[in-house]
């Protein structure tokens, strides 16, 4: 009996053990399982982790670099460092985010040398921010920049610099680069003895440029600029700067055929700027040798200041008033822009442009977009309108204020009729009444 007890006592106790060890054998499987399942967050593929750090704000990428070696390495890669925007704004008079400066300083220490396409943001409008833009500017000497953007979204900006100061970090930038395509210097007091400092490091790359509202340029500096780059595809200026032999220039044989010219006709002082008239030759030779130019032409005038434009056949493909435009004006718009793709007028006054509309639905064979903001058409007109354009109106935007019902057409008519016409379900657009 004794013998008989131990035995069981034995293989009870046998069985506890190999119990026991079975479940730790299956505690330690499932603690292996979980572990495979478990995202080993330090072994992604750098690759992997690269196009998650460019989408991440600089601070963000910076706090990640942080969690082990592996994203560290990847934080300090040079492909991470070719396209960067460094964001400037005095904390006290803005609430939005700027580049934190410590962090500005490692990316110049560690960086610069890395660093192609390059803009900087000025989102508040102190001087401070600007000043801030050029000291950076002036310390990229170990950099070859293929792209630079000065954007200051709130003006003056770079404008309240002294203009030496915004001058010696420009030309920094110009005379070691030596590879811009790209430069977009909008506002600023860029003159023409820098743009020939560009012209001489740059000539052989420079493909676009934007150079809206810089006061200090005038005809001949922009004109250098065309004579030496060839390869330019994309220009921006204010009109002051457009110049007959500029586009003669554009027009050589040389050059290549420009894909792009946009033109700021801007007055600041009713009746003070008197706006100068290109001959209809120099229009006709640019547009033989640049046959497929878009050609945009932003107009910011009073009524009275229109007298020297579209008396003639000008080549221009979009056209945006933003201010008042006179019904005369409009008129001849339909008689003098064939190509003319995309229109927008933002006011117009209380005299019906019905007249005006149909004109430019017959001449103007390749619009394709039209927008109208305080203006007046009657509902029959405008039906007529896109009757004759058909559906090749691919963007219609019309406040709905705009269409003045009349004897054919109601508010709720138009826009089944309109629809018919173009192929597609159209509203005119609401003003929100928030």
Not at 57 to 74: E, G, I, T, Y
Not at 173 to 189: A, G, H, Q, Y
Not at 380 to 393: H, N, P
Request: with cysteine.
């Amino acid at each position: 009996m004794k013998r008989g007890r131990k035995t069981n006592e034995a293989n009870s106790s046998s069985s506890a053990e190999a119990a026991e060890k079975g479940s730790k054998r299956h505690k330690a499987t499932d603690e292996k399982t979980v572990a495979l399942q478990r995202p080993d967050w330090a072994n992604l593929l750098q690759d992997i982790i690269l196009q998650v750090f460019q989408y991440l704000p600089l601070l963000d990428r910076a706090h990640a670099s942080q969690v082990c070696r592996s994203w560290n390495q990847v934080f300090h890669m040079p492909d991470l460092w070719r396209c960067f925007e460094f964001e400037l704004n005095q904390p006290a008079t803005s609430y939005l985010r700027a580049t934190h400066p410590e962090l500005i300083k490692q990316i110049i220490k560690r960086h610069s040398n890395h660093l192609q396409y390059v803009s900087f943001k000025v989102v508040d409008s102190s001087k401070e921010s600007a000043e801030a833009a050029c000291d950076i500017l002036s310390q990229l000497v170990n950099c070859s920049l293929k792209t630079l953007g000065l954007i200051s979204t709130a003006r003056p900006s770079f404008m309240d610099l002294p203009k030496s100061h915004f001058i010696s970090a420009l030309t920094v930038v110009f005379v070691n680069s030596k590879s811009l395509s790209s430069l977009k210097i909008d506002d600023t007091p860029v003159d023409d003895p820098s743009l020939k400092v560009l012209v001489a490091n740059n000539s052989d790359t420079l493909k676009l440029l934007k150079m809206s509202s810089c006061p200090h340029v005038s005809p001949a500096g922009i004109l250098c600029v065309a004579d030496q780059c060839h390869g330019l595809r994309e220009l921006a200026l204010n009109y002051h700067l457009l110049s007959d032999e500029l586009l003669l220039a554009l027009s050589s044989e040389k050059h290549v055929r420009l894909e792009h010219l946009r033109i700021d006709v801007v007055s600041e002082n009713p009746g003070q700027t008197q706006f100068h008239t290109i001959q209809k030759s120099s229009w006709d030779a640019f547009i033989k040798h640049s046959p497929k130019v878009n050609l945009v032409m932003y107009f910011f005038l009073y009524e009275e200041e229109f007298d020297p434009f579209f008396r003639y056949e000008i080549p221009v493909t979009h056209l945006y008033f933003g201010r008042s435009v006179s019904k005369d004006v409009l008129g001849r718009v339909g008689m003098t822009c064939p190509r003319l793709v995309e229109l927008v007028v933002c006011a117009n006054g209380l005299r019906p442009l019905d007249e005006e509309l149909i004109r430019i639905a017959e001449r103007c064979k390749y619009l394709s977009a039209v927008g109208l903001g305080e203006c007046e058409v009657s509902c029959s007109a405008f039906v007529e309108f896109v009757k004759m354009c058909g559906g090749r109106l691919s963007q219609l935007s019309i406040m709905e204020e705009v269409l003045i019902p009349d004897q054919k057409y109601s508010l709720e008519q138009i826009h089944w009729e309109v629809s018919k016409h173009l192929g597609r379900v159209w509203f005119p657009d609401m003003m929100p009444t928030w």
